[in-house]
C-alpha cells in the first residue's frame, strides 16, 4: 500500500464499523441499505447538517453523532466512511479520510471543479487508499445489459443519452455555494460516465447550452454535444441532454453501430437491439437497487481486496466533462475538456 501507512479496517468476517456523512434524501438510502441489506456493514456514526433532526436519528438507531464530517472521520469507532454530502466538502472530506486512513465511498459528483477533482484524483493515487466514487447509474441492470450487446452491434460511432426527472425539492442543490452547480454536475456527471463506459474513450471537446426552467441560481436543463477521442482521425460523436423539469422520468440510450443500434430506457428497464428495420431484440430488464449494488461491494473495496470499480480517476473525468460544459456554456464556444 503506498504512503500513509496501513489501512485502517475491520478484522476478516467481522462487519465493517462505517460512519455516514449525509443522511437526508439521498443518504437515507444509504443508510436504510446498510442497515438492513449489507451484513458485511455496520453503522457506527452518522453526521447531517441539520443537526437537531440528525441528533434525534442517531438515538433512534444507538448510534453516534457528529456535527461535522471532520468529527466523523476521526472517531475511532468509524473504520471507513460513506459520504452522501454535498460536492462542496468533498476535497475536505477526502483529505481527513487519507489522514486517518479510513476507506471512503463517495457520491458523485467528486468534486465541483475540474481542478478540485484532479486534486482529489491524485491525493488518493498518491495515498493509496481505498476510494470508490459513487456514479451507481453503472450497476443500473439495463446499462449492464447494454453493455452485453455491444459486440453484438459492431463498432460503436455514435451515442445518445438523456435524462428527465422531477424538479428537485432540496433547496441546496439550488444554492451554487453548496451544490457547485446544477444539473449538468448532479445527474449530468451519470452520463458523462456513462458515455466513457460505453465507448471506452475519453471526451476532449464540448459544445454545451443550459437553461434554468424552474430553477433559479443553477441550470436544471442542458444539451451537449460531445467528441469522444482520440483527438485526431474518427472519433465517436455524442449528445447528452437533461432535465430537471418534468414530471416524467426517463433515461434513453441509443448506441449507433455499424452493424446495429441499441435503444435502451434505463428507468423503465427497456431494451431493444435494431438491425436494419427489424428489432432483433427486445427486452424487459429488471430493476436493481443501484445503491445497494454498489454498498455491498463496498467491504471488499474497502479491505483491499478488489479495486474500487469506479475509482478517482472515473469520478474526475466525468467532473472533468460538466466543467467543460459549465465553460462552453458560458462562452457560447467548443472547448477542450481538461486533463490536469
Known amino acids: 500500500m503506498a504512503g500513509g501507512g496501513p489501512v485502517r479496517s475491520a478484522a476478516v468476517g467481522a462487519a465493517l464499523p462505517i460512519g455516514i456523512v449525509g443522511t437526508g434524501k439521498h443518504g437515507a438510502r444509504y443508510l436504510a441499505h446498510a442497515l438492513h441489506d449489507v451484513p458485511g456493514l455496520r453503522v457506527a456514526a452518522i453526521c447531517r447538517r441539520d443537526e437537531a ?30 459520504s452522501a454530502a454535498p460536492p462542496s466538502i468533498h476535497e475536505e472530506l477526502v483529505g481527513a479520510c487519507i489522514r486517518e486512513r479510513k476507506p471512503l465511498l463517495v457520491e458523485k459528483p467528486l468534486a465541483t471543479s475540474a481542478a478540485a477533482a484532479f486534486r482529489v484524483r491524485d491525493a488518493v493515487i498518491a495515498s493509496g487508499l481505498p476510494c470508490m466514487v459513487g456514479h451507481t447509474l453503472r450497476f443500473n441492470g439495463t446499462v ?9 452491434v459492431g463498432p460503436v460511432g455514435q451515442v445518445e443519452l438523456t435524462q ?43 459544445s454545451c447550452l443550459v437553461e434554468r426552467v424552474t430553477t433559479r441560481r443553477t441550470e436544471d436543463s442542458f444539451v451537449a454535444a460531445i467528441r469522444m477521442g482520440p483527438a485526431s482521425g474518427p472519433s465517436v460523436l ?26 435502451a430506457d434505463h428507468v423503465h428497464g427497456e431494451v431493444s ?30 479491505a483491499g481486496r478488489v479495486a474500487p470499480p469506479v475509482d478517482v480517476r472515473d469520478g474526475a473525468a466525468a467532473v472533468a466533462i460538466a466543467d ?11 472547448v477542450a475538456v481538461r486533463t490536469e
Not at 433532526?53 to 466512511?81: K, Q, T, W
Not at 422520468?249 to 441509443?254: L, P, T
Request: aromatic residues 4%; contains cysteine; glycine residues 10%.
Open 53 to 82: 433532526a440528525g441528533r434525534a436519528l442517531a438515538g433512534d438507531l444507538g448510534v453516534r453523532f457528529h456535527r461535522s464530517a471532520r468529527e466523523l472521520v476521526a472517531d475511532p469507532e468509524v473504520r471507513a466512511v460513506v
Open 144 to 152: 449492464e445489459r447494454v453493455r452485453e450487446l455491444l459486440d453484438r
Open 164 to 206: 428527465g426527472f422531477e424538479p428537485s425539492r432540496l433547496d441546496w442543490l439550488d444554492d451554487p455555494s453548496l451544490a457547485g452547480g446544477g444539473n449538468v454536475l448532479h445527474t449530468g456527471v451519470h452520463s458523462f460516465d456513462l458515455l466513457r463506459l460505453l465507448t471506452g474513450r475519453e471526451a476532449v471537446e464540448v
Open 238 to 263: 455524442a449528445t447528452v441532454a437533461g432535465s430537471r423539469a418534468t414530471e416524467g422520468r426517463a433515461g434513453s440510450i441509443r448506441v449507433v453501430a455499424r452493424d446495429a443500434q441499441l435503444v
Open 273 to 302: 437491439l435494431l438491425r436494419g428495420r427489424a428489432r432483433e431484440l427486445d427486452e424487459r430488464v429488471p430493476d436493481v437497487p443501484t445503491v445497494l449494488a454498489i454498498l455491498r461491494l463496498f467491504p471488499d473495496v474497502a
Open 324 to 334: 467543460a460544459c459549465y465553460r462552453s456554456a458560458e462562452s457560447g464556444r467548443r
